[in-house]
């Protein structure tokens, strides 16, 4: 008798169509959460962008009016900005601003947002602060070789920031709306990770935000200033030398330079042209590094190469933990340099600006025009205590922005 696979070829198909008639539902079933997800993460981007547009408009009417931030900051509210008003002028939702006091010299912004459907929630939370000076150095432009470190605050620049060398480090945080160099390796593409999130980024490149635009001092002030005793103008190029311990107004209409061995001086240096620091002072005194200095070295630190632990000294001014001390200058504890300052206070230069190996400065350094910062070996240590009179700093500067947990409206 003849054989046939006719019965096989038959069971195989009905196994096929039973496994098919097994996986139709769970393949319905994955196209449909598919589909799910989909729609419920375009209403998450569009709440969280509708967030955005208000914290936006939550930073306007702060700067509206100087009188705003008076209000804010006295305790009282505005009218609208107290989440007692939701909006729904923005198309994909509706939203609720809340601007509230933290304290006399800082404000926060909530802004709450829902998609059309009233499902899904973002908030942002963004802090101003009236500080004038927000970094040790803001430039336009920040190259740095050798052994220049800047210490207890971040390196912030309009341009871009290059370091090599012994700068070449894990710290200070590095910020800028153009490019890190070396580290940002895609020309254009901003940091994936936000600057204030755990992750701890230790630079931060093609972003605008948290570099803020360099302050204005109020230039024709301490111009003024400067011809009145005991402060002091020069018409041309100007080299310190000496202690001078009285804190003072120089106003250097032609540039000038720090240029002799054991040189101090103290309190505002406004230079029309390139300035240079580049030998070390001859001022000791002690002081306490800012109380978040320790931001700067949550990914290494000089003294032990890890990053900011319970042990202290691993930085200058270091008490442990997210904790500093007092510190002073010429100690060489937590990697420090054994050298001493030769100027303390406020820099501000309109040429270029150049620290040479032995300098070593306390204060704050602004750099604007089309001049650019140039190190080589200098030491320069951030001091957020300096009092300036800037003529646009009415209204605070943006010093965090964050995503947060949303309250249901």
């Given at each position: 008798m003849k054989k046939t696979n006719k019965g096989n070829i038959l069971v195989t198909v009905l196994l096929i169509i039973a496994a098919f008639g097994l996986m139709i539902p769970a393949i319905v079933m994955f196209v449909k959460n598919e589909a799910n997800w989909s729609v419920k993460e375009r209403k998450q981007t569009e709440a969280f962008h509708l967030a955005e547009s208000a914290n936006d408009r939550g930073d306007w009417k702060l700067s509206e009016t100087p009188a705003n931030w008076a209000t804010i900051t006295s305790g009282s509210s505005i009218v609208g900005y107290a989440?007692?008003?939701?909006?729904?002028?923005?198309?994909?939702?509706?939203?609720?601003?809340?601007?509230?006091?933290?304290?006399?010299?800082?404000?926060?912004?909530?802004?709450?947002?829902?998609?059309?459907?009233?499902?899904?929630?973002r908030a942002i939370r963004s802090i101003y602060g009236k500080s004038s000076i927000v970094a040790p150095i803001q430039v336009p432009s920040y190259s740095a070789g050798g052994n220049f470190m800047v210490w207890w605050g971040p390196i912030y620049s309009v341009g871009d920031i290059s370091v090599s060398g012994a700068s070449n480090r894990l710290y200070p945080r590095k910020m800028a709306r153009g490019r890190v160099s070396p580290r940002a390796t895609a020309p254009g593409v901003p940091n994936p990770t936000n600057i204030d999130s755990n992750a701890n980024p230790e630079w931060w490149s093609y972003n605008s935000y948290p570099v803020p635009d360099a302050p204005t001092?109020?230039?024709?002030?301490?111009?003024?200033?400067?011809?009145?005793?005991?402060?002091?103008?020069?018409?041309?190029f100007k080299s310190f030398s000496g202690v001078d311990t009285t804190s003072k107004i120089r106003w250097c209409a032609a540039g000038g330079e720090i240029a002799s061995v054991g040189t101090f001086l103290r309190g505002y240096i406004f230079s029309m042209g390139d300035f240079s620091i580049t030998k070390k002072g001859g001022y000791a005194y002690t002081v306490t590094p800012p109380a978040d200095a320790w931001k700067e070295y949550t990914r290494a630190t000089p003294g032990e190469g890890h990053a900011d632990t319970a042990d202290d000294d691993e930085y200058p001014g270091d008490g442990g933990y997210h904790t500093v001390k007092p510190y002073?200058?010429?100690?060489?504890?937590?990697?420090?340099?054994?050298?001493?300052?030769?100027?303390?206070?406020?820099?501000?230069?309109?040429?270029?600006?150049?620290?040479?190996?032995?300098?070593?400065?306390?204060?704050?350094?602004?750099?604007?025009?089309?001049?650019?910062?140039?190190?080589g070996g200098a030491d320069l240590f951030y001091d957020d205590t300096l009092n300036i009179q800037f003529s646009n700093s009415a209204t605070g500067a943006r010093t965090s922005w964050e995503e947060i947990t949303p309250t249901p409206f």
């Amino acid at each position: 008798m003849k054989k046939t696979n006719k019965g096989n070829i038959l069971v195989t198909v009905l196994l096929i169509i039973a496994a098919f008639g097994l996986m139709i539902p769970a393949i319905v079933m994955f196209v449909k959460n598919e589909a799910n997800w989909s729609v419920k993460e375009r209403k998450q981007t569009e709440a969280f962008h509708l967030a955005e547009s208000a914290n936006d408009r939550g930073d306007w009417k702060l700067s509206e009016t100087p009188a705003n931030w008076a209000t804010i900051t006295s305790g009282s509210s505005i009218v609208g900005y107290a989440n007692d008003v939701v909006y729904s002028d923005v198309t994909g939702g509706s939203y609720k601003i809340n601007i509230y006091r933290i304290s006399s010299t800082s404000v926060g912004i909530i802004a709450t947002a829902k998609d059309a459907a009233g499902k899904e929630f973002r908030a942002i939370r963004s802090i101003y602060g009236k500080s004038s000076i927000v970094a040790p150095i803001q430039v336009p432009s920040y190259s740095a070789g050798g052994n220049f470190m800047v210490w207890w605050g971040p390196i912030y620049s309009v341009g871009d920031i290059s370091v090599s060398g012994a700068s070449n480090r894990l710290y200070p945080r590095k910020m800028a709306r153009g490019r890190v160099s070396p580290r940002a390796t895609a020309p254009g593409v901003p940091n994936p990770t936000n600057i204030d999130s755990n992750a701890n980024p230790e630079w931060w490149s093609y972003n605008s935000y948290p570099v803020p635009d360099a302050p204005t001092p109020d230039l024709a002030w301490y111009e003024a200033q400067s011809h009145i005793s005991p402060n002091e103008y020069y018409s041309t190029f100007k080299s310190f030398s000496g202690v001078d311990t009285t804190s003072k107004i120089r106003w250097c209409a032609a540039g000038g330079e720090i240029a002799s061995v054991g040189t101090f001086l103290r309190g505002y240096i406004f230079s029309m042209g390139d300035f240079s620091i580049t030998k070390k002072g001859g001022y000791a005194y002690t002081v306490t590094p800012p109380a978040d200095a320790w931001k700067e070295y949550t990914r290494a630190t000089p003294g032990e190469g890890h990053a900011d632990t319970a042990d202290d000294d691993e930085y200058p001014g270091d008490g442990g933990y997210h904790t500093v001390k007092p510190y002073t200058f010429g100690e060489t504890d937590g990697g420090a340099p054994n050298k001493l300052p030769a100027f303390r206070g406020f820099l501000y230069v309109t040429g270029t600006f150049s620290g040479g190996a032995n300098a070593l400065i306390h204060g704050a350094i602004v750099v604007t025009g089309g001049g650019g910062f140039g190190g080589g070996g200098a030491d320069l240590f951030y001091d957020d205590t300096l009092n300036i009179q800037f003529s646009n700093s009415a209204t605070g500067a943006r010093t965090s922005w964050e995503e947060i947990t949303p309250t249901p409206f």
